[in-house]
């Protein structure tokens, strides 16, 4: 706002509030067209159309348009400069930058994230003798407090997140390369920051990616890392300073906060280089971070889950399950797996894929541990199923003292059964030769991330998921508008034309609400601002769907209930059902027969036996079917965030899947036990080897084969009118689901509320 005032046509805001555009419709239109994506040529040969030239707008070309948008008040500055390596390259070396410190004000001062920010340090205990310590946040861990206690009073502290990755930004036309250096704050809450339209990162530099002409190409790798730490010096210039002397910034509140050499020229480097590889060291003898107070690598550098994660599964877990099971098997086992939506089906297999993304890694792990069952020697399965535990219970929102304890040995397990990988030579090299060692430096990173934990926070809080979408972005779609050469200029020009244009959109945008409103509150502001990050897909809220239900006047709403909530749980059916009527079995009057015992109200279990008989009755005649549901759960950690809904097929042989489609999912079968913290307590194999036994206890995976609502005879009460059933064929989940049998061979299925279904699962 304090931009917007103070640029240079503030006078001519007062009575056109969207000058230098003649109206908000023209504005409307200039905005389109400047993020449409479309070529100069494209924009002119539109604006050159009769109809548009009837509107009588303020630009008739696109280098006209471009010329008015420059006019906006804007974010940071963009500053570059000819750097001059130590040795000749084939091209001069530019640096295009931020300031850092300018970008840290504009995310402190941003009205999105006003109620998004983290400024006290602070220790969170699970009970309040404070024997369980529990870490979230950056703010919440060790360093946070230790750096706080050593800053004078009244002084905040502020942390910077720095994200730089190489990316291609073209493959076929020359293979250009850029490294972009995103800038974030640490003290923007992790909800947000993890949100991919919050803008949470921003471009502060395009690194310069420089071609050598020294003779040795394997020095090329160090003088391209001594060049970036020689930009990075730079860049952060300011931020070192501040970070000694301290700086007032203003938040988005209007509050000031404040926050707070010797050199080694070797004459040869190649030697030089040759002796630092002696210790293990990469070369660069003056690192950016060497005069910035309160800054450690062994802190500062974080693991993240995406490349010291999933990544070390696909380079190493993956191929050792290769190596055990073989090609040609693991991808027919891939390639026969039931499709199920919302999860990657590889009908090709996975050995030979290429450009597989992190996204591909999870939705492999998902099902490599019941595809190598019963193919792979039990002890590499045991070592890649610990590993995989490990994987996922470092990647919670919330970690606490019992959890690393939990971690801690997990990992102690793997490191038991890893000789059996070397015996079997499931490690190999490129050429399939036999690797002995353990030698895997992102398998020995994971020994660092309990300390990690408790310096810096919680490890998902740190992946660059965020960081490679945000590439995408800031990098590839302004470099898809420029004409293809000297990309970096065009990529900045590009980025600040966008960013004008968010921030003359978000002005005028609270400027009108107050026009309208006469007076607009800060909480009505922060609300007005949510809606502007940019165009995303919303997530189906069915929880919000069944509570407006709940609350309208039964009168008023159709029974039975389509959207409703059931043990934490939203349900989605579609209105209209796939079939009116069908054919039932004996498995009904088993239902009907618990029900009469143990009343509506108890959870059904598992039977051995059907005890139903075709001479029974039963209280309806005709049944509603439907061919597929949607379930929807909360965050395990945060269940104020919903996750997308579920689609669970339960369809009859069609032209699309000829065998039909049934997805597993897990149901309850024991009130006492709660999906997920329980688990999956009481397994089939406790059935399979006391054949006395009736039921099961806790939670069990299952089939969906018949999605259901009886309609009741007319006349004739009973206690499940209006209520939906499914019919699931139980399956024994040791590893691989397979059907379960009674002894005639027919498979073993009950009937069970719809209510009692927790969630989906993909190993099916």
């Not at 050199?263 to 690192?287: M, R, W, Y």
């Not at 009469?596 to 075709?614: A, D, E, F, L, M």
């Not at 509603?624 to 379930?631: D, E, P």
Request: net charge negative; glycine share 4%; aromatic share 10%.
């Amino acid at each position: 706002m304090d931009k917007f005032n103070g640029n240079q046509f503030s006078n001519l805001w007062a009575s056109n509030l969207y000058y230098p555009f003649n109206s908000h419709n023209e504005w409307e239109l200039a905005s389109w067209l400047l993020h449409s994506g479309l070529s100069m040529r494209a924009i002119d040969s539109f604006l050159s159309l009769s109809i548009i030239q009837l509107l009588n707008i303020s630009f008739c070309t696109a280098r006209a348009l471009h010329g008015l948008a420059e006019l906006l008040p804007g974010g940071p500055c963009w500053h570059s400069m000819e750097i001059t390596p130590s040795q000749p390259t084939k091209h001069p070396v530019h640096l295009y930058w931020h300031d850092p410190l300018e970008c840290i004000a504009w995310l402190l001062n941003h009205p999105l994230f006003s109620d998004q920010l983290n400024f006290i340090p602070r220790c969170v205990y699970k009970m309040p003798k404070k024997l369980c310590r529990v870490y979230t946040e950056w703010m919440t861990t060790d360093d946070a407090w230790h750096m706080q206690s050593q800053l004078p009073s009244g002084v905040t502290l502020l942390g910077m997140i720095l994200s730089s990755d190489k990316m291609n930004i073209t493959t076929l036309c020359g293979g250009r390369v850029a490294h972009p250096l995103l800038v974030s704050l640490a003290n923007i809450k992790m909800s947000t920051c993890l949100k991919l339209s919050s803008n949470s990162f921003m471009l502060a530099t395009l690194l310069p990616v420089p071609k050598f002409m020294h003779k040795n190409k394997h020095m090329h790798g160090l003088l391209e890392d001594r060049l970036i730490h020689e930009c990075l010096d730079i860049i952060l210039e300011p931020i070192k300073q501040a970070a000694k002397l301290g700086i007032m910034l203003l938040d988005s509140l209007g509050h000031m906060q404040y926050s707070g050499k010797l050199k080694v020229h070797p004459t040869n480097i190649q030697v030089f280089f040759h002796e630092a590889q002696h210790f293990c060291l990469s070369g660069v003898s003056d690192p950016f971070w060497r005069d910035i107070p309160l800054s450690c690598p062994s802190t500062f550098i974080t693991p993240e889950p995406l490349h010291h994660l999933h990544k070390e599964f696909w380079d190493h877990n993956m191929k050792w399950c290769i190596n055990v099971v073989g090609e040609a098997k693991i991808d027919f086992c891939f390639s026969v797996l039931q499709p199920t939506v919302g999860f990657h089906h590889f009908k090709g297999g996975v050995a030979k894929l290429k450009q597989v993304t992190g996204c591909m890694h999870c939705d492999v792990q998902h099902y490599i541990f019941g595809v190598i069952t019963g193919a792979a020697p039990p002890k590499i399965i045991t070592a890649i199923h610990v590993l995989m535990d490990f994987r996922y219970q470092v990647q919670a929102y919330h970690i606490d003292d019992d959890n690393l304890h939990i971690i801690s040995s997990v990992l102690d397990e793997f490191h038991m059964h890893k000789q059996s990988i070397l015996n079997h030579g499931a490690q190999c090299s490129k050429g399939n030769k036999p690797i002995n060692n353990w030698h895997i430096p992102k398998l020995e990173l994971m020994q660092s991330i309990i300390p990690s934990v408790k310096h810096v926070g919680v490890t998902i809080q740190w992946t660059a998921d965020v960081t490679e979408h945000a590439h995408v972005s800031e990098i590839k779609t302004p470099a898809s508008a420029s004409n293809n050469n000297n990309y970096d200029p065009q990529i900045c020009q590009y980025l600040n034309c966008a960013e004008k244009c968010r921030m003359f959109e978000l002005t005028t945008s609270l400027y009108e609400s107050k026009i309208h409103s006469h007076e607009i509150s800060d909480y009505e502001e922060v609300n007005l601002v949510s809606k502007m990050p940019g165009p995303t897909q919303p997530i189906t809220d069915y929880f919000t769907i069944s509570a407006c239900l709940r609350t309208q006047d039964p009168d008023s709403i159709p029974f039975p209930l389509h959207s409703f909530i059931a043990d934490g749980m939203a349900i989605n059916l579609s209105y209209d059902p796939s079939l009116q009527c069908i054919s039932v079995d004996a498995t009904l009057v088993d239902f009907l027969n618990c029900e009469k015992v143990y009343g509506p109200s108890s959870v059904h279990t598992i039977s051995r036996q059907c005890q139903g008989s075709s001479s029974s009755t039963l209280p309806f005649t005709d049944l509603q079917v439907w061919y597929k549901m949607w379930l929807q759960n909360t965050v395990i950690h945060d269940i104020m965030d919903i996750l997308p809904a579920q689609t669970l097929f339960c369809s009859p042989p069609c032209e699309t899947w000829t065998l039909g489609c049934y997805d597993a999912a897990i149901i309850n079968v024991d009130p006492c036990f709660k999906w997920p913290e329980s688990g999956l307590k009481g397994s089939w194999s406790t059935l399979l080897f006391h054949v006395t036994h009736k039921s099961i206890l806790g939670h069990v995976v299952g089939q969906l084969h018949l999605l259901m609502r009886p309609f009741g005879k007319r006349g004739v009460r009973w206690s499940w009118t209006d209520h939906c059933l499914v019919y699931m064929q139980y399956a024994t989940h040791l590893h691989i689901l397979r059907c379960t049998k009674r002894v005639n061979g027919q498979c073993l299925g009950n009937v069970i509320p719809l209510s009692q279904v927790q969630v989906q699962t993909a190993d099916n």
